[in-house]
């Protein structure tokens, strides 16, 4: 998961250097931040497998900061569906919270609730 999103990653930036028509490409891409609760490295796991979507091109999770980013197309997906994906895999974001059957099913560890108060 993380090579891949490495890989991502470094083709996107190298592409936004290569060519004008390159940089046009990338034009269609998006950074789009967004609060996501977390603890732990299962929690980034978690997340950032959520974020492997059609539509998305990179993405990370910040622990510190409790915040995601993507790279997106934004004719792909939407960023209401970019966090209702994070969201159906048991992580509160800015816009929805998660389910509360799938946020009791995670891992102890992964129990964010207890730290945070986004809702």
């Known amino acids: 998961m993380m090579k891949r999103f490495l890989w991502s990653l470094l083709f996107w ?3 936004m250097a290569l060519s004008p028509s390159l940089q046009a490409q990338t034009a269609s891409k998006v950074e ?3 609060k996501v609760y977390g603890n732990c490295g299962a929690c980034e796991e978690r997340i950032l497998e959520a974020l492997d979507q059609k539509g ?3 993405a990370g ?3 510190s900061k409790q915040e995601a980013w993507v790279v997106y197309r934004p004719s792909k997906i939407s960023e209401d569906q970019v966090q209702r994906f994070v969201a159906a895999a048991g992580h509160d974001t ?4 998660a389910d509360s059957a799938v946020y009791q099913s995670l ?10 108060s986004p809702h």
């Open 13 to 15: 930036l190298g592409g």
């Open 94 to 97: 800015e816009r929805f919270k």
């Open 61 to 63: 999770w910040d622990r």
């Open 56 to 58: 998305i091109v990179a």
């Open 32 to 34: 789009y931040r967004f």
């Open 107 to 116: 891992p102890d560890c992964c129990l964010y609730r207890e730290k945070h």
